[in-house]
């Protein structure tokens, strides 16, 4: 439909050009905008794609990013969706500074400093490691590679993907500590895989590598990279903190900071992805001086609707990937390209496994000199994290990101079969060990040694010195006052009626039999905010009361029911 659309317009145009030529350059427009509709259409499709495929995956209690690249391997079968393609640097500067700098807010930066040097090892001297063992297996494995390529293939492929692997931590309830390493480890590697895959690029377009020279050279990258990303964090620190803004001029300024912070790192040929992660940790450590409460609540709701679709986006397009990619193979057999895609895959959880188990008896021997997180980490803990190295989306970007052809114009050499060996090392891992990686959380998992305290014990000690604080507060320095106030004294009075709810469902902890007490409390108390939506939306249909108003009671009552929801799921756990 769309094509013989396209040929009918091209055709009058064509034929208005004889005789109007006003006419004829609107149908040109329309002959240049059409083929823009259909592609923004494509993307509207793989969106609704999208939201069916995580509903699917919600149903079959399955992680998302391995049903969405599945779904995008089915939906490359169908022809309106196999022309799509991914562009390189649309992924590396669209989709990878927003949902790095997303990450940054989201990781605890006590577990990320707790754990640095873990992180710190397995982003880069581990990083490193695991691009030499794939080099050299793949140079001894197929025929033509040379070293520099397999350093190639090991850069592309060495960086674990988080989203997937803590997605599908998160819904096996795997330890917080686990999670914390695999979300800080993911802020890093990204970035040293790419340094190891730029050199390499340049030693085999060059034909020359100076290792002294690439020493230097990464380690300015580096430092020059946070360096640029903590300036930039620090002037948008300075454009919220001191400048007019509202809460939508707030929640613009962080869409466009870490396109800023990336955009500047890359063009001053420094690592964009460094500069991204450190002016995200910068600016989430100082949220709650820079930006307003509104700000803070809003921008959530907007970033997390913004992550979902990239998410799945990038995942979709993997999948949609297969058909173009088997097409370029060249003169390598199709089983050959699949036996050294799995080959290289296996190598590369083994040494991975090999790395955090070795890793894990590393510390325990340091902490005879030194001060470690955890001084007997085990092996337990270790083989899950090793067996959560699930390759991703960037992978495949910096494949596709190899140019076509050498300096002298010759075609890029086996370029195709790296390509093809990255896909299946993403497809093994994600599919393999995605869905094993659930039961190696049951099967090894530990009881946390921290923190000490459950989580929800610690919700209810945190709300309990809370209004403990307020009550003392109001007693100390507004002693007469309060007394006096009507309204002052209902808020102390609420605040004391806080504390005995609170203290309740702390003896619920410790007397289960006090359970059905508070319980039905939480029942009626979710009955009565109903009944007061239930009058809101009646005086919303009274002339004399603004929408607006009867709305934001509405939005109170929602967040009040989402808190006591909260408690009873958590209870029901």
């Known amino acids: 439909m769309f094509s013989k659309e396209y040929h009918t317009m091209t055709n009058n145009a064509n034929w208005l050009l004889k005789y109007d030529s006003n006419s004829a350059k609107l149908f040109r427009l329309y002959r240049y905008l059409l083929p823009m509709q259909h592609q923004f259409i494509q993307y509207v499709y793989l969106i609704l794609a999208i939201v069916a495929l995580v509903m699917v995956a919600n149903k079959l209690r399955l992680a998302t990013p391995i049903v969405l690249v599945i779904g995008g391997l089915l939906l490359s079968l169908i022809s309106s969706f196999a022309t799509i393609g991914i562009d390189p640097e649309m992924i590396f500067f669209i989709f990878l500074p927003p949902l790095l700098y997303e990450s940054a807010w989201q990781v605890s930066w006590k577990q990320f400093w707790k754990f640095r040097r873990v992180i710190a090892s397995f982003a880069f001297p581990i990083v490193i490691l695991t691009s030499c063992v794939v080099a050299y297996v793949s140079v001894a494995l197929i025929p033509g590679f040379t070293l520099a390529m397999g350093f190639l293939l090991g850069g592309i492929i060495s960086p674990p993907d988080a989203i997937s692997s ?52 990464f380690v300015m990258v580096v430092v020059f990279g946070i360096a640029i990303g903590v300036l930039v964090g620090f002037v948008f620190y300075a454009i919220h903190k001191w400048l007019a803004v509202t809460s939508d001029i707030d929640i613009v300024l962080t869409l466009l900071t870490p396109y800023c912070m990336y955009y500047i790192a890359e063009y001053f040929h420094c690592s964009g992805v460094l500069s991204v992660v450190s002016g995200g ?75 955090t188990v070795g890793a894990s008896y590393f510390t325990m021997f340091m902490s005879n000199f030194i001060t470690v997180a955890d001084a007997n980490p085990g092996w337990k803990m270790p083989l899950i994290y090793g067996w959560a190295g699930i390759r991703g989306v960037v992978s495949l970007a910096a494949a596709l990101s190899i140019p076509l052809l050498m300096n002298d114009g010759q075609p890029f050499p086996h370029r195709n079969l790296i390509l093809f060996i990255t896909f299946i090392v993403i497809l093994v891992t994600l599919v393999g060990q995605g869905l094993t990686l659930p039961w190696f959380i049951r099967k090894f998992s530990e009881e946390s040694r921290l923190p000490k305290i459950p989580s929800r014990r610690q919700e209810l000690i945190i709300q309990k010195k809370m209004a403990h604080a307020v009550i003392k507060h109001l007693e100390e320095k507004y002693n007469e006052v309060w007394a006096q106030n009507e309204l002052l004294h209902g808020l102390h009075s609420r605040l004391n009626m806080e504390l005995r709810i609170l203290s309740k469902e702390l003896e619920v902890e410790d007397y289960p039999e006090e359970h059905e007490l508070l319980n039905n409390y939480q029942q009626i108390y979710l009955e ?38 909260e408690k009873l799921l958590k209870e029901a756990e």
């Not at 690029?201 to 290792?211: D, K, N, R, S, Y």
């Not at 990038?314 to 036996?339: N, R, W």
Request: net charge negative; proline share 1%.
């Open 528 to 565: 009565v905010l109903e009944q007061q939506r239930s009058l809101l939306s009646e005086m919303n249909h009274m002339e004399e009361f603004e929408e607006d108003l009867i709305r934001k009671y509405l939005s109170l009552i929602d967040m009040e029911e989402f808190k006591t929801r």
């Open 166 to 217: 803590t997605t599908i931590m998160k819904q096996a309830n795997a330890s917080k500590s686990l999670i914390g390493l695999t979300e800080g480890e993911s802020l890093l590697n990204d970035a040293s895989s790419l340094i190891v895959f730029r050199f390499a690029i340049a030693a085999i377009l060059t034909g020359q590598f100076h290792l002294q020279e690439a020493s230097l050279s």
């Open 281 to 355: 940790l910068l600016l989430s450590n100082k949220r709650q001086s820079m930006l307003s409460y509104a700000s803070r609540i809003q921008s959530v709701n907007v970033w997390n609707n913004i992550v979902f679709v990239m998410n799945g986006l990038v995942f979709l397009l993997i999948g949609l990937q297969l058909p173009s990619i088997m097409q370029q193979l060249g003169d390598t057999t199709l089983l050959s390209a699949i036996g050294y895609g799995l080959i290289i895959s296996t190598v590369l959880i083994v040494t991975r496994i090999i790395c």
